[in-house]
């Protein structure tokens, strides 16, 4: 008697698992010997994203504590508000430390609203744990994760994890609590880091400088976000630290986001000439045509990426048409409120790389969908 899934091979079975929910793959590895074989083997779990809202309870089914092994990258959902979603994110996380040598690559996301006055001490505790044990880990994304990160995180990070290549610290949270020495420590330890994302209070003119070390391996973004008090304290950095990361790494470019709680009076003062800023989100609650002039005057060879959310009037269309005359080289504008004919027009005419846009001429019902350019 032929077994239900011999007649297709174990490799097709394994592409089709690969897109099943854990609950799914449990079921089918239920079903027969050869399905288990497809279900539990490394081409199934290499690349896993896991939804502990939608799983539900028994995320971890008892053949999972085998498939660890062959997780490499990793993509975590999770709603901490809901018990049973925020206990099973733990429990997976934690399991994780002690069965995934091989773990690559890790991002965290929460949906939804996390609860007040939330530290989220059990989810950063498992993280901790995982990073301790993560020698082989690559890619660490905390942005998604609205829990104060610290510079206790950032050490074990350096401690544990030597191989790293990108880190994301510049998480949605109105308190930085990374110091620049824990920084510097994470750079020290991990030499081949080439992304790092960060509150811009976690910079500092040492941090910059052991970036352009000689011996550094090519850096090639940092992505920097500037919504905390600490953030708007923060004082600017000397040209001249910009200026020699630059040369040291030329393909360097730099994510400046500015968030609604940053006071008016420090955004122009976050805004340095010097910067290579290849990509700009303006959020301010205060004046936006001022740093879009700003940008326009000084980041005109460097800009590819833009982005705006502001309330329309005549002086912002008047200054997105100055910028599109400057900066040719962009390759996406997106702006969140209505503009002037004009402004589509300016950026047409003036970015021949543009590929994407949001310039809408009146209001259309949100989520607001870019417009792509072939």
Known sequence: MVEPGEQLPEEVLALIFCHLSLRDRAAAAGVCRAWAAAATSSAVWHDTSISCDSEGEGILPPYLSVCLDHIHNLQLEFEPSRKSSRRAATELLTALAGRAPGLQGLRLKCCGEKPLFDAGRDVLDAVHALCGSAGQLHHLDLRCLPFTLDDALVLQVACGCPELRSIFLDNHTLVDSVGPGSVLKLLAACPRLRTLGLHLA???????????????????????????????????????A??????????LTVELELEPALPAESVMRVLQPAVPVATL??????????????????????????????SASPELDTALEELARRCAGLREIHCFCVVRTSVLDAFRAHCPRLRSYTLKLKREPHPWRPTLVR
């Open 281 to 310: 989100r303006l959020n301010l609650s205060g004046d936006t045509v001022g740093p879009l002039r700003f940008a326009a005057c000084h980041y005109a060879t460097t800009l590819r990426a833009l982005e705006v959310r502001a």
């Open 242 to 251: 910009w200026v020699a990361l630059h040369c040291r790494h030329p393909g």
């Open 202 to 240: 976690s910079l500092s003119r040492a941090v910059l400088d052991a970036l352009a070390e000689p011996n550094r391996a090519p850096f090639a973004l940092l992505a920097l976000r500037c919504a905390s008090p600490e953030d708007a304290r923060a004082s600017p950095l000397p040209d001249g």
